[in-house]
Protein backbone atom coordinates (compact mmCIF):
# COMPACT_ATOMS: atom_id res chain seq x y z
CA UNK A 1 0.00 0.00 0.00
CA UNK A 2 2.50 2.40 0.76
CA UNK A 3 4.50 1.59 -2.24
CA UNK A 4 1.64 2.35 -4.35
CA UNK A 5 0.83 5.98 -2.59
CA UNK A 6 4.44 6.61 -3.00
CA UNK A 7 4.28 5.68 -6.95
CA UNK A 8 1.35 8.05 -7.54
CA UNK A 9 2.64 10.83 -5.56
CA UNK A 10 2.82 13.41 -7.90
CA UNK A 11 2.84 16.86 -7.25
CA UNK A 12 -0.03 19.34 -8.82
CA UNK A 13 1.97 22.47 -9.22
CA UNK A 14 5.46 24.01 -10.52
CA UNK A 15 7.95 26.03 -8.46
CA UNK A 16 10.57 28.44 -9.55
CA UNK A 17 13.36 25.85 -10.39
CA UNK A 18 10.94 24.42 -12.51
CA UNK A 19 10.31 27.50 -14.13
CA UNK A 20 14.14 27.95 -14.52
CA UNK A 21 15.15 24.99 -15.68
CA UNK A 22 12.11 24.70 -18.79
CA UNK A 23 12.89 28.23 -19.83
CA UNK A 24 16.71 27.23 -20.05
CA UNK A 25 15.96 24.00 -22.07
CA UNK A 26 13.30 26.13 -24.30
CA UNK A 27 16.44 28.07 -24.91
CA UNK A 28 18.52 24.95 -25.72
CA UNK A 29 16.25 23.08 -27.95
CA UNK A 30 15.73 26.30 -30.92
CA UNK A 31 19.29 26.09 -30.99
CA UNK A 32 20.29 22.89 -31.41
CA UNK A 33 17.09 21.83 -33.84
CA UNK A 34 18.83 25.09 -35.78
CA UNK A 35 22.09 23.56 -35.77
CA UNK A 36 21.10 19.91 -37.06
CA UNK A 37 18.85 21.78 -39.54
CA UNK A 38 21.68 23.61 -41.09
CA UNK A 39 23.23 20.95 -41.68
CA UNK A 40 20.39 19.21 -43.50
CA UNK A 41 20.20 22.58 -45.38
CA UNK A 42 24.32 22.31 -46.62
CA UNK A 43 23.50 18.80 -47.31
CA UNK A 44 20.54 19.40 -49.66
CA UNK A 45 22.20 21.82 -51.13
CA UNK A 46 25.49 19.84 -51.88
CA UNK A 47 23.30 17.01 -53.22
CA UNK A 48 20.58 19.08 -55.05
CA UNK A 49 22.42 21.48 -56.98
CA UNK A 50 21.24 24.51 -55.39
CA UNK A 51 23.15 27.71 -55.43
CA UNK A 52 23.10 28.55 -51.87
CA UNK A 53 21.19 27.29 -48.61
CA UNK A 54 18.65 30.07 -48.75
CA UNK A 55 16.88 28.24 -51.42
CA UNK A 56 15.95 25.93 -49.30
CA UNK A 57 15.59 26.94 -45.95
CA UNK A 58 12.92 29.79 -47.74
CA UNK A 59 11.11 26.76 -49.41
CA UNK A 60 7.64 25.69 -47.74
CA UNK A 61 8.16 21.84 -47.34
CA UNK A 62 11.36 23.14 -45.70
CA UNK A 63 9.76 26.07 -42.93
CA UNK A 64 6.81 23.11 -41.98
CA UNK A 65 9.09 20.49 -41.29
CA UNK A 66 11.54 22.74 -39.07
CA UNK A 67 8.09 24.44 -37.58
CA UNK A 68 7.01 20.98 -36.96
CA UNK A 69 9.61 19.69 -35.61
CA UNK A 70 9.81 22.79 -33.32
CA UNK A 71 6.98 22.33 -31.92
CA UNK A 72 6.59 18.82 -31.55
CA UNK A 73 10.85 19.52 -29.00
CA UNK A 74 8.40 21.65 -26.81
CA UNK A 75 5.73 19.34 -26.19
CA UNK A 76 7.99 16.38 -25.90
CA UNK A 77 9.68 18.86 -23.21
CA UNK A 78 6.40 19.64 -21.27
CA UNK A 79 5.81 15.76 -21.43
CA UNK A 80 9.17 14.41 -20.08
CA UNK A 81 9.36 16.50 -17.86
CA UNK A 82 6.62 16.21 -16.10
CA UNK A 83 7.30 12.74 -15.96
CA UNK A 84 10.67 12.67 -14.69
CA UNK A 85 9.95 15.06 -12.01
CA UNK A 86 6.25 13.60 -11.47
CA UNK A 87 4.62 16.65 -12.21
CA UNK A 88 0.88 16.21 -12.69
CA UNK A 89 0.28 16.74 -16.56
CA UNK A 90 -2.87 18.94 -15.51
CA UNK A 91 -0.61 21.48 -13.02
CA UNK A 92 -0.45 23.55 -16.72
CA UNK A 93 -4.33 24.42 -15.53
CA UNK A 94 -5.55 24.15 -19.04
CA UNK A 95 -9.53 24.86 -17.87
CA UNK A 96 -12.07 25.35 -20.90
CA UNK A 97 -14.53 26.16 -18.23
CA UNK A 98 -14.64 29.46 -18.30
CA UNK A 99 -18.05 31.62 -18.15
CA UNK A 100 -18.91 32.42 -22.12
CA UNK A 101 -18.58 36.24 -21.91
CA UNK A 102 -15.31 35.41 -20.42
CA UNK A 103 -14.24 34.07 -23.56
CA UNK A 104 -15.62 37.16 -25.47
CA UNK A 105 -13.39 39.41 -23.34
CA UNK A 106 -10.50 37.32 -24.07
CA UNK A 107 -11.63 37.12 -27.66
CA UNK A 108 -11.48 40.98 -27.68
CA UNK A 109 -8.48 41.39 -25.73
CA UNK A 110 -6.88 39.34 -29.09
CA UNK A 111 -7.96 41.92 -31.23
CA UNK A 112 -7.64 44.87 -29.06
CA UNK A 113 -3.59 43.72 -28.10
CA UNK A 114 -2.65 43.22 -31.79
CA UNK A 115 -3.96 46.58 -32.85
CA UNK A 116 -3.01 48.45 -29.93
CA UNK A 117 0.58 47.47 -29.65
CA UNK A 118 1.62 46.59 -33.36
CA UNK A 119 2.12 50.24 -34.33
CA UNK A 120 4.06 50.95 -31.38
CA UNK A 121 6.30 47.79 -32.71
CA UNK A 122 6.51 49.81 -36.05
CA UNK A 123 8.14 52.83 -33.91
CA UNK A 124 10.39 50.83 -32.34
CA UNK A 125 11.75 48.86 -35.65
CA UNK A 126 12.31 52.49 -37.14
CA UNK A 127 14.23 53.36 -34.18
CA UNK A 128 16.07 50.53 -35.00
CA UNK A 129 17.06 51.12 -38.39
CA UNK A 130 17.96 54.62 -37.28
CA UNK A 131 20.70 53.20 -35.03
CA UNK A 132 21.83 50.75 -37.83
CA UNK A 133 20.00 47.36 -36.89
CA UNK A 134 19.72 44.81 -39.97
CA UNK A 135 16.04 44.29 -39.28
CA UNK A 136 14.37 40.52 -40.51
CA UNK A 137 11.26 40.54 -43.04
CA UNK A 138 10.01 38.43 -45.06
CA UNK A 139 11.97 37.87 -47.93
CA UNK A 140 9.79 39.28 -50.77
CA UNK A 141 11.81 36.59 -53.07
CA UNK A 142 10.40 33.39 -51.62
CA UNK A 143 6.60 33.82 -52.07
CA UNK A 144 6.56 29.76 -50.68
CA UNK A 145 7.59 30.93 -47.15
CA UNK A 146 4.90 30.22 -44.44
CA UNK A 147 5.95 33.96 -43.58
CA UNK A 148 5.02 35.22 -46.62
CA UNK A 149 2.01 33.38 -47.97
CA UNK A 150 0.75 34.83 -51.44
CA UNK A 151 -1.60 31.90 -52.30
CA UNK A 152 -4.39 30.77 -50.16
CA UNK A 153 -3.08 27.08 -49.58
CA UNK A 154 -0.28 28.51 -48.04
CA UNK A 155 -2.34 31.29 -46.09
CA UNK A 156 -4.21 28.21 -44.29
CA UNK A 157 -0.94 26.15 -43.99
CA UNK A 158 0.33 29.08 -42.34
CA UNK A 159 -2.11 29.55 -40.03
CA UNK A 160 -1.90 25.79 -38.68
CA UNK A 161 1.49 25.41 -38.52
CA UNK A 162 2.54 28.97 -37.38
CA UNK A 163 -0.56 30.09 -35.86
CA UNK A 164 -2.15 27.66 -34.30
CA UNK A 165 0.52 25.50 -33.22
CA UNK A 166 2.92 27.45 -31.39
CA UNK A 167 -0.54 29.04 -29.81
CA UNK A 168 -0.43 25.98 -28.34
CA UNK A 169 3.12 24.73 -27.13
CA UNK A 170 4.74 27.72 -26.68
CA UNK A 171 1.72 28.66 -23.96
CA UNK A 172 2.47 24.95 -22.59
CA UNK A 173 6.04 25.80 -20.97
CA UNK A 174 5.78 30.02 -20.70
CA UNK A 175 2.56 30.11 -19.14
CA UNK A 176 1.69 26.54 -18.16
CA UNK A 177 5.22 26.02 -16.17
CA UNK A 178 7.11 29.12 -16.50
CA UNK A 179 4.52 31.30 -15.24
CA UNK A 180 2.70 29.04 -12.50
CA UNK A 181 6.38 27.88 -11.82
CA UNK A 182 7.27 32.03 -10.23
CA UNK A 183 4.18 32.07 -8.82
CA UNK A 184 5.27 30.20 -5.93
CA UNK A 185 8.09 32.34 -5.36
CA UNK A 186 7.06 35.99 -6.26
CA UNK A 187 3.59 37.92 -6.25
CA UNK A 188 1.81 37.91 -8.73
CA UNK A 189 3.02 40.89 -11.06
CA UNK A 190 6.21 40.21 -10.62
CA UNK A 191 5.73 36.56 -11.67
CA UNK A 192 3.75 37.77 -14.66
CA UNK A 193 6.28 40.77 -15.93
CA UNK A 194 9.26 38.37 -14.95
CA UNK A 195 8.08 35.20 -17.19
CA UNK A 196 6.96 37.98 -19.87
CA UNK A 197 10.80 38.85 -20.10
CA UNK A 198 11.72 35.62 -20.48
CA UNK A 199 8.98 34.73 -23.40
CA UNK A 200 10.62 37.71 -24.59
CA UNK A 201 14.05 36.29 -24.49
CA UNK A 202 13.24 33.18 -25.51
CA UNK A 203 12.83 35.06 -29.39
CA UNK A 204 16.47 35.58 -29.03
CA UNK A 205 16.37 38.90 -31.19
CA UNK A 206 16.39 42.58 -30.30
CA UNK A 207 13.87 43.38 -32.67
CA UNK A 208 11.45 40.49 -31.61
CA UNK A 209 11.89 42.29 -27.68
CA UNK A 210 9.18 44.48 -26.83
CA UNK A 211 6.45 42.99 -28.93
CA UNK A 212 6.68 39.77 -26.79
CA UNK A 213 7.10 41.35 -23.97
CA UNK A 214 4.38 43.53 -23.94
CA UNK A 215 1.89 40.50 -25.62
CA UNK A 216 3.27 38.41 -22.96
CA UNK A 217 2.65 40.20 -20.08
CA UNK A 218 -0.84 40.32 -21.21
CA UNK A 219 -1.08 36.65 -21.83
CA UNK A 220 0.25 35.80 -18.32
CA UNK A 221 -2.08 38.22 -16.55
CA UNK A 222 -5.23 36.58 -18.22
CA UNK A 223 -4.00 33.40 -16.99
CA UNK A 224 -3.53 34.98 -13.42
CA UNK A 225 -7.46 36.30 -13.54
CA UNK A 226 -9.06 33.53 -15.21
CA UNK A 227 -7.09 30.47 -13.63
CA UNK A 228 -6.64 29.20 -17.48
CA UNK A 229 -4.45 28.54 -19.75
CA UNK A 230 -6.86 28.54 -22.46
CA UNK A 231 -7.01 31.79 -22.60
CA UNK A 232 -3.34 32.84 -23.38
CA UNK A 233 -3.70 29.90 -25.92
CA UNK A 234 -6.43 31.70 -27.25
CA UNK A 235 -4.84 35.34 -27.36
CA UNK A 236 -1.65 34.08 -29.00
CA UNK A 237 -3.91 32.50 -31.55
CA UNK A 238 -5.80 35.61 -32.10
CA UNK A 239 -2.23 37.52 -32.63
CA UNK A 240 -0.79 34.78 -34.32
CA UNK A 241 -3.16 34.32 -37.39
CA UNK A 242 -3.59 38.26 -37.57
CA UNK A 243 -0.47 38.81 -38.76
CA UNK A 244 -0.46 36.05 -40.99
CA UNK A 245 -3.85 37.10 -42.60
CA UNK A 246 -2.76 41.42 -42.87
CA UNK A 247 0.72 39.41 -44.49
CA UNK A 248 -1.08 37.33 -47.02
CA UNK A 249 -3.85 40.60 -47.62
CA UNK A 250 -0.74 42.65 -48.24
CA UNK A 251 0.30 40.13 -50.52
CA UNK A 252 -2.35 39.18 -52.72
CA UNK A 253 -4.96 42.61 -52.57
CA UNK A 254 -3.62 46.38 -52.17
CA UNK A 255 -4.83 46.20 -48.59
CA UNK A 256 -2.37 47.73 -45.65
CA UNK A 257 -2.28 49.05 -42.71
CA UNK A 258 0.70 51.02 -42.27
CA UNK A 259 0.78 54.73 -41.39
CA UNK A 260 2.97 57.31 -42.45
CA UNK A 261 6.53 57.87 -40.79
CA UNK A 262 5.38 61.32 -39.23
CA UNK A 263 5.91 63.02 -35.92
CA UNK A 264 1.69 62.58 -35.90
CA UNK A 265 2.18 59.08 -36.55
CA UNK A 266 4.18 58.20 -33.91
CA UNK A 267 1.98 60.33 -31.05
CA UNK A 268 -0.66 58.32 -32.57
CA UNK A 269 0.63 54.97 -31.96
CA UNK A 270 1.99 55.98 -28.38
CA UNK A 271 -1.44 57.02 -27.84
CA UNK A 272 -2.98 53.76 -28.88
CA UNK A 273 -0.90 52.00 -26.70
CA UNK A 274 -1.84 54.04 -23.70
CA UNK A 275 -5.55 53.29 -24.82
CA UNK A 276 -4.93 49.39 -25.05
CA UNK A 277 -3.68 49.55 -21.61
CA UNK A 278 -6.09 51.20 -20.52
CA UNK A 279 -8.73 48.87 -21.86
CA UNK A 280 -6.89 46.05 -19.90
CA UNK A 281 -6.72 47.97 -16.62
CA UNK A 282 -10.32 48.76 -16.81
CA UNK A 283 -11.41 45.23 -17.63
CA UNK A 284 -8.82 44.05 -14.42
CA UNK A 285 -10.68 46.21 -12.31
CA UNK A 286 -14.42 45.88 -13.00
CA UNK A 287 -14.57 42.60 -14.65
CA UNK A 288 -11.24 40.64 -13.16
CA UNK A 289 -11.79 42.88 -10.18
CA UNK A 290 -8.24 42.88 -9.66
CA UNK A 291 -8.61 38.98 -8.44
CA UNK A 292 -6.63 36.27 -9.00
CA UNK A 293 -9.03 33.25 -9.85
CA UNK A 294 -6.99 31.40 -7.34
CA UNK A 295 -4.38 31.83 -4.99
CA UNK A 296 -0.80 30.25 -4.53
CA UNK A 297 1.24 29.02 -1.87
CA UNK A 298 4.47 30.91 -1.98
CA UNK A 299 7.83 28.48 -1.44
CA UNK A 300 9.66 29.14 1.83
CA UNK A 301 13.01 27.82 0.08
CA UNK A 302 15.51 30.55 -1.52
CA UNK A 303 15.02 31.57 -5.24
CA UNK A 304 16.23 28.79 -7.49
CA UNK A 305 19.29 29.17 -8.78
CA UNK A 306 18.50 28.07 -12.56
CA UNK A 307 15.84 31.48 -12.70
CA UNK A 308 19.27 33.24 -12.62
CA UNK A 309 21.41 31.28 -14.79
CA UNK A 310 18.47 30.97 -17.18
CA UNK A 311 17.84 34.36 -17.91
CA UNK A 312 22.07 35.01 -17.73
CA UNK A 313 22.26 32.47 -20.34
CA UNK A 314 19.56 34.16 -22.65
CA UNK A 315 20.96 37.94 -21.94
CA UNK A 316 24.39 36.57 -23.17
CA UNK A 317 23.17 34.39 -26.19
CA UNK A 318 21.19 37.60 -27.43
CA UNK A 319 24.20 39.95 -26.68
CA UNK A 320 25.76 37.60 -29.23
CA UNK A 321 23.41 37.45 -32.05
CA UNK A 322 22.99 40.97 -31.32
CA UNK A 323 27.10 42.15 -32.53
CA UNK A 324 26.27 39.15 -35.24
CA UNK A 325 23.68 40.96 -36.60
CA UNK A 326 25.22 44.46 -36.53
CA UNK A 327 28.57 42.94 -37.50
CA UNK A 328 27.37 40.70 -40.43
CA UNK A 329 24.81 43.27 -42.08
Request: cysteine-free; overall charge neutral; charged content about 10%.
Amino acid sequence: MDKKTTTFDKRNFYNDKDSGMVFLFSLILPILLSLVFSLIANVIVAAGGYEDSSEVTNSIWFTTVLSVVSAISYVVLYLVYNKINKIEYNAIKLKFKMKWHTYLIVVAIGVIALFGIQYFIGGVDDLLKLIGFPLQEASPDSPESLANPQSFGIFVLAVFITGLIPAITEELLFRGIILNGLRTRFNDYSAIFLSAFMFALMHQSLQQLVYPFLLGSIMAWLVVRTGSLVSSMIVHFINNFLVILFTYLSNTTSFSLNMPNTWWSYLITILLLAVTFGIMYLIDRYYFKHKSAEMVEKSSTKTSVYIYVSIAIALVLLLFITIFNFVSA
